[in-house]
């Protein structure tokens, strides 16, 4: 997991070095941040959290390398879409990871029913995540068969990804993620996970498929996600104050990422009506709520992939150094988002190239640790 991490982390990197560049194709910068970075990271967080969520045993050392496998397929599509090999690449590669998909669902399925007692309901957002994934990947294989249609099905493909499989996967862990990384328990987490379930599923499904077909479908289903994610925030509000959530650096950067899927929700809504164009919208869920949420999901799980088991001084001094830059991060995240959809492009891209060095610096200093710090 920490080599599926570290290459998530030089896949955004390089992704938002070339995209700030101008260098090479926009198709295949954007899929080296997704399918070599976050699809891969969104199946190590997965197997992380289906064996605690289920109460089983760790995945075999066979299912443990899906997302080093998914990573080096991931190269081959934005290879392809570079231009270095046959284009008919980009469609192996997606029937590939729609057969891993299929198996790490098969996976969860599995450890949900083999489960000691009921399983929390958290795996459940896995499932529809992964289905979202492989709908996504579905649309992509039929562009050959019916190719008059390539503009919906590749609309379908892109608000699937990005709402379907990694607002479900976002949404599915936070409520877990964020009292963990406080320290503190929410009682109400998982009620709320049984409950808006099916506001996200369907409100993902329905904003894809409007997208594709015709906008007005898919401002009810941008309206269900906005009630979900605006009664997270409240719930955490309610439960730990707003101080807790601001000043702790993991914290505070899984509430950025809640803000900025927020702020992208509404910009869909302003783009289908013709309001602001695509790539305002686009970039802002990148670096409103991407980022953030990577740099904070792995800020809290990169010391425990590191040091498995019980707390550790060294875990938390890693922990510790991931987290000191991360509220400041969180708010330059959260201001790039603002300044790319108020039209501020070099602002934007200024603020977010700022959070993620700081992260990097993090990284950097986090890994310095060793077991000599006891």
């Not at 906008?215 to 996600?225: D, E, I, K, R, V």
């Not at 950025?256 to 927020?262: D, E, N, S, W």
């Not at 501020?344 to 990097?360: E, I, Y």
């Amino acid at each position: 997991m920490i080599q599926t991490a570290s290459l998530t982390l030089l896949s955004l990197v390089c992704s938002a070095i070339l995209a700030l560049s101008g260098l090479g194709s926009p198709l295949a910068v954007a899929h080296l941040a997704f399918a070599v970075g976050i699809v891969p990271l969104i199946f190590a967080a997965m197997m992380h959290f289906v064996p605690v969520l289920t109460r089983t045993g760790e995945p075999d050392k066979r299912l443990a390398k899906l997302p080093s496998a998914a990573q080096a397929i991931g190269l081959l599509a934005v290879g392809a879409m570079q231009g270095w090999l046959p284009y008919g690449v980009v469609y192996l590669a997606a029937a590939v990871d729609l057969v891993f998909a299929a198996i790490l669902l098969n996976w969860i399925a599995l450890r949900a029913r083999a489960a000691l007692g009921t399983p929390h309901p958290g795996w459940r957002w896995y499932g529809a995540a992964l289905v979202c994934l492989m709908l996504a990947l579905l649309a992509i294989v039929l562009i050959p068969v019916w190719p008059s249609y390539w503009q919906a099905l590749r609309v379908f493909h892109l608000h699937l990804n990005t709402l379907g499989l990694v607002g479900l996967a976002a949404l599915g862990t936070l409520p877990v993620l964020l009292p963990t990384a406080l320290g503190m328990a929410d009682p109400e987490a998982g009620g709320w996970l049984r409950r808006r379930l099916w506001l996200v599923a369907s409100g993902a499904l329905m904003v894809a498929t409007g997208a594709a077909i015709s906008w007005p479908f898919a401002a009810p289903g941008t309206a269900l996600m906005l009630v979900a994610a605006l009664g997270l925030l409240g719930q955490w509000g309610r439960r730990f104050g707003i101080w807790p959530l601001v000043s702790d650096g993991v914290a505070a950067s899984l509430l950025a990422a809640v803000i900025g899927l927020l702020l992208t929700l509404a910009a869909g809504l302003l783009h289908g009506a013709g309001i602001i164009p695509t790539r305002p919208s686009l970039l802002a869920w990148a670096s409103g709520f991407l980022l953030p949420l990577v740099s904070g999901a792995l800020s809290q799980l990169l010391p425990v992939w590191r040091w498995p088991g019980p707390q550790t001084p060294e875990r938390l001094l890693m922990r510790r150094k991931l987290a000191s830059s991360g509220s400041v991060r969180a708010g330059l995240f959260v201001s790039s988002a603002l300044a790319l959809l108020a039209g501020l492009d070099v602002l934007g891209a200024a603020l977010a190239a700022c959070g993620l060095a700081l992260f990097v610096i993090a990284v950097l200093q986090a890994v310095r640790v060793s077991r000599s710090t006891r």
